[in-house]
């Protein structure tokens, strides 16, 4: 009986840090911001009364956050098909062996090498609409940042060029491991480049594109800091989305509630999409 | 049509990494370079001007120390707490075990961007805000971490540490000189990866700092003062300069890199 009190103690005690900020930084935020976003709060967060559901009624009909609501789910659309076809034809392009190849598959994941806040630097400089080397070199005149669908062309590209690091080395690493003899017998056989990919090589990566798919729709949802540092929702909101005007409206206008509920539409489109994505992880460790 | 394949990569491959390549080129640029036309794409007269003037008229340094700072504290804390936590649930057994790993585990549910309003009031009353434990507050928990550990842990016979255990090595012994020496590669990996992700951490680092010393470098890099003025030369010295032993890493390390990808997310 004597060691059976500090063997019951010990594992609490190593767990506890991760149990605490679990509590701290994830359960209890989440709580609060259900709570706070049924009732009115104060400037300085504290809340006041409750109110129900009136603030997500509130919401529905408010022309700024439909107009979040819609950026976003369009962002989402735009990007994720124009990142997939992008990565992929990177993944396939460079699929061989060779020095080239080796370089060309460098090339592909430096992206990756570069941080956010300096990308959207890099991006912003270049697309400068005077001065930036983009419009100069292509003879475009395109206003980037004063016109609506230019703003969301970069939005996207500055999308891709943040992802397309990771994203190419798992569908070329997915794609490595298709079993060479199999592509030597279509080779053989004489199956063409679009014949081998369509019947062997797709169905084979099919679960670490799913995966990348999933990742792509729940970053697109949740994408917030390249908005900021690129457009700031401009112009006139045509690129502000959910997570930047939940910022916008809890740090900047002090709308601590309707920046409370913002957030809880955000869990809501995200659950949903991330527990698709545990189906599809399931699935895969079922496949090995 | 197959001989147009390496053309076609290596096309697509130099547009890809155009931005970066320019980045570096421009970064040497005289500041009538960026006005020339035709556009230049290498410096007329290559200068490192752009490099002195980032250091001497921004707080670049103060930027990046805070930078590195905040990433070396909150990787170590971040591995100390996965790796106790990994082994508590790997080797013991305790009342609430299953519940409680899961508890901690579906915190990767809830997304920290989403969260960031709570987080901020909490760290404000916690008075943390302006400091290096604020910075990496939000980031000490990594739940896929302390998942994939216990995944590796589990390999480990339990036979071993019971042994261990009945000589009477401790626990802390056994952590120290066996689990986490057998344990190293994947350790590395996920401390690289944690590293990486704290020092490019921006959202919340804006929202914490507010004194412009305390800054981090993905910060402080947004908010310089040369691009504004149509002043680029410096802004591209100084993200050269944070990318570049990141670029050279990479390059280096390209084959290690491709084969941790393929074994990580394919199981094999």
Known sequence: MKSAYPKQIKPYLLIAPALLLAVLFSYRPFILTLINSLHTVSLAGKRLSFIGLENYTRLFVNPSFLASLSNTLRFTLFFVPTNVVICLAA????????????????????????????????????????IGIIN?????????????????????????????????????????????DLLEVAKIEGA???????????????????????????????????????????????????????????????NYAIGSAIATVVFLLTFTVLLLLLRLERRRVYYQ | MRRLIPIAATLFSLA?????????????????????????????VPTL???ARA????????????????????????????ILGAYAFTFFTFRGKNLLFVLI??????????????????????????????????????????????????????????????????????????????????????????????????????????????RTVQVGLTMLGFSENLDYGPQFAAITVLMTPILITFIALHNPIQDSVSTRFTGR
């Open chain 1, 136 to 180: 100069q070199l292509l003879g475009f005149d395109i206003q980037w940042f004063n016109n609506r669908h230019a703003a969301m062309t970069l939005l996207v590209i500055a999308g891709v060029g943040l992802d397309i690091g990771l994203d190419f080395l798992l569908l070329s690493a997915a794609l490595r491991n298709v079993p060479s």
């Open chain 2, 16 to 44: 890809v990494v155009f931005p970066i390549f320019y980045t570096i080129s421009a970064s040497f640029f005289p500041y009538t370079d960026f006005t020339a036309i035709p556009a230049r794409l290498l410096p007329s």
């Open chain 2, 105 to 214: 585990v579906a915190t990767m549910l809830l997304p920290p961007d989403a969260l960031i309003l709570e987080n901020y009031t909490t760290i404000r009353s916690l008075r943390l805000t302006d400091t290096y434990l604020g910075i990496i507050s939000t980031t000490l928990l990594a739940p896929t971490h302390l998942f994939m550990l216990r995944q590796y842990f589990k390999t480990v016979s339990q036979e071993y540490r019971e042994a261990a255990i009945i000589e009477g090595c401790s626990d802390s012994r056994f952590l120290t000189t066996l689990l986490i020496p057998i344990s190293k590669a994947v350790i590395i990996t996920l401390a690289i990866h944690s590293f990486s992700t704290i020092f490019n951490d921006y959202l919340w680092p804006l929202l914490v700092t507010n004194r412009e010393m305390m």
């Open chain 1, 91 to 130: 993944a396939l392009l460079s699929n061989r062996p060779g020095r080239l190849a080796t370089l060309n598959q460098i090339f592909f994941f430096l992206p990756m090498a570069v941080g956010l806040s300096s990308s959207m630097m890099i991006i912003k400089m270049m697309f400068n609409p005077s």
């Open chain 2, 55 to 82: 250091f001497r008229e921004s707080n670049l340094l103060v930027f990046l120390s805070n930078s590195l700072y905040s990433a070396l504290a909150g990787t170590v804390l971040r591995m100390t707490i996965s």
């Open chain 2, 49 to 51: 001007d752009n490099y």
């Open chain 1, 192 to 254: 063409s480049g679009v014949q081998t990919f369509r019947y062997l090589q797709a169905p084979l990566i099919g679960s670490t594109l799913l995966f990348v798919v999933v990742t792509n729709i729940k970053d697109a949802m949740l994408i917030s800091s390249p908005v900021m540092i690129l457009t700031e929702g401009g112009p006139f909101r045509s690129t502000q989305t959910l997570v930047y005007q939940m910022y916008l409206e809890g740090f900047k206008s002090g």
